[in-house]
């Protein structure tokens, strides 16, 4: 073993936000935040209006990273994730994605199997190359102590944004091309699945230590559809990236999936799975009698709120998940109204381990 590569064990060791996937609880649990970077900090606003837009903040290695540095600073989280979005895989497929100020993203919408041809899947190096440079930078910049999350959408999810062409509040485009002409959607999740491990294959070599896979829109579909779109792409992906990094522990996202997570988990096969906030406490500590690290799931709103409710619901959480392999979350991203004090007060009071 050469100096640098003991070096390197060694700082990995360092990273307590690894344990729970080695089989360890940890007592206080470990933390981060979905959106931990983002509008509700003054330094991110900042750095954002020096990148002019949000896809060019994305594409900047240098300021990405930045702001990836930025809660870690302030609150010192276990985990840093990747300054980036879910949307970089369609925008480097070659369907351009472009985010209206308070108006969410907008694309020209592809509906049908003829519309995939427009697709470059062998083209998405150039732009997939400046996220992994934030990864690499990240991993120089980074606290040794600190785990690094690299990430991408699901399959479905991106999906959603690709053939509705921005948000939307019950994925409608999505759902009826999928029961329109299954076989025809099957080729864009077939395309999605490869062109995602690809993104996240990138990551790990560039020094990502864990990925989470956010499946947004999961709790849109019936069961068996859930079944095809969602279950089914993750479980290849999973596969595939076992293959490739098989000591890289991979989190889904399954929001909304409610009484279908423990299925989504068993036949996945990720090593974690984070909650939304409806997931009652008693359904997310069973689900941590499976082998799977579990994650979540502090309403984003009580953030906003804090006060006594926040402190109480915190210790809820702390006390369902005891001696579980929990990591402290919430159970959708910060929202921008967030008072960062209300965050500094919620990380002290997990530390603290008042449970
Ligand atoms: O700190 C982090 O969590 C890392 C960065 C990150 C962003 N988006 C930054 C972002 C991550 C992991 C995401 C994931 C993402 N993006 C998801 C999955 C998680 C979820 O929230 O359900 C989805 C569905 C998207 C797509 C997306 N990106 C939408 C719908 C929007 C517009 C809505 C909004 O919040 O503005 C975005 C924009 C976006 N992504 C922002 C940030 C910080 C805000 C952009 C800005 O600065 O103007």
Same mark, same amino acid.
Request: with cysteine.
């Given at each position: ?186 080729? &864009?999740?077939?395309?999605? /699945?490869? =062109? ?9 070599? %560039? #020094?990502? $230590?864990? +990925? ?74 069973? &689900?941590?009698?499976?082998? /799977?690290? =579990? ?9 906003? %709120? #804090?006060? $006594?409710? +926040? ?45």
């Amino acid at each position: 073993m050469t100096g640098t590569g003991s070096l390197a064990i060694e700082a990995v060791r360092k990273r307590r936000f690894l344990a729970p996937f080695n089989g360890d609880s940890l007592s206080p649990p470990s933390i981060w935040l979905m959106r931990q970077a983002g509008r509700y900090l003054p330094e991110y606003r900042a750095t954002r209006g020096e990148a002019g837009s949000f896809l060019n903040l994305c594409y900047n290695p240098a300021l990405a990273a930045e702001v990836t540095l930025q809660p870690i600073r302030r609150y010192g989280f276990d985990a840093a994730i990747l300054f980036a979005d879910i949307l970089i895989v369609p925008d480097a497929l070659g369907q351009p994605v472009s985010f209206e100020a308070g108006e969410g993203p907008r694309l020209a919408p592809i509906t049908d199997v003829a519309g995939l041809a427009t697709l470059k899947a062998d083209q998405t190096g150039e732009k997939y190359g400046l996220i992994w440079e934030t990864v690499a930078r990240l991993r120089q910049d980074l606290p040794d102590e600190t785990a690094l999350i690299g990430f991408c959408g699901a399959p479905w999810t991106v999906a959603t944004y690709m053939v509705g062409g921005r948000g939307s509040p019950d994925q409608a485009a999505a759902r009826a091309w999928a029961y329109r002409d299954p076989e025809g959607f099957q080729r &864009l999740i077939d395309i999605l /699945v490869d =062109v995602s491990v690809d993104y996240l294959d990138g990551q790990v070599k %560039a #020094g990502a $230590d864990v +990925l989470q896979i956010f499946d947004s829109w999961a709790g849109s579909l019936p069961d068996n559809e859930l079944a095809r779109w969602v279950i089914d792409p993750t479980r290849a992906m999973v596969e595939k990236l076992k293959a490739l990094h098989p000591g890289v522990p991979i989190i889904g996202f399954p929001r909304g999936a409610g009484a279908s997570t423990a299925e989504f988990v068993t036949a996945t096969g990720v090593d974690g799975v984070s909650c939304d906030t409806a997931m009652p406490l008693c359904a997310m500590r069973e &689900l941590g009698e499976l082998d /799977v690290v =579990v994650q979540g799931n502090l309403d984003p709103l009580l953030l906003v %709120a #804090g006060g $006594d409710a +926040l402190d109480q619901r915190i210790d809820e959480i702390l006390a369902a998940m005891k001696g579980r392999r929990h990591i402290f979350n919430l159970g959708h991203g910060i929202v921008p109204e967030t008072p960062p004090e209300n965050v500094a007060r919620l990380v002290e009071r997990v530390r603290k381990g008042s449970a």
